[in-house]
C-alpha cells in the first residue's frame, strides 16, 4: 500500500507549486526538501542553517559562561572583578534568551503560510528588516 494524503495542500495554489498535485508532498523530491508543517521556506535549507548557526552561537555563550562561573567559583578576586564577571554572566543570559525567542521565531515561520527568504540588507546603508516583495514573498533582510 502507497502512503498518500486525504487533504489538500493549504498551499496548493502558490505559484511555486503550480503544475504539481495538490496532494504531493515536497514536489516528489523528498530528497532535497523538506516540508514537515506543509508551508514553505522559499529554500527550505535557510531554516536549517539559521537553526544550526544559532544553536552554535548559543552553545559558545554557554561555554562562555561555565568558564566565568570558574573564575569567580575558584576566589581571590577583589569585589570590582566580581561584579564584572557577574555583569557579563547576566549579559550572556540576556543574549541566549534573545536567541532562544529567535529560535521560537523561526519555528514560526515555518508554521506560516506565506513563503520566506532570507537576503541581505536591501540599503545601502546596511540597514535590514523585514520587506514583502511584490511577488509576495517576504524576505527577511540582514547578516
Known sequence: MF?????????????????QSPYTYVVNNP???????????ENPKQEEKLNKSIN???ER????NTK??????KGGLSNDKIVKL???LADNNQKIEILNQSLIDI??????VETYKLT?????????GVVKGTNGIIKIEGR
Open 3 to 19: 502512503g498518500s494524503f486525504l487533504l489538500v495542500d493549504p498551499l496548493a495554489e502558490d505559484l511555486k507549486q503550480i503544475g
Open 31 to 41: 530528497i532535497q526538501y523538506i516540508d514537515p508543517t506543509g508551508m514553505i521556506w
Open 86 to 88: 557577574e555583569d557579563k
Open 56 to 58: 552554535k552561537r548559543i
Open 61 to 64: 555563550i554557554n561555554k562562555n
Open 107 to 112: 519555528e514560526a515561520i515555518g508554521n506560516a
Open 68 to 73: 566565568i562561573q570558574a573564575q569567580i567559583d
Open 120 to 128: 541581505g540588507p536591501s540599503s545601502s546603508d546596511g540597514t535590514h
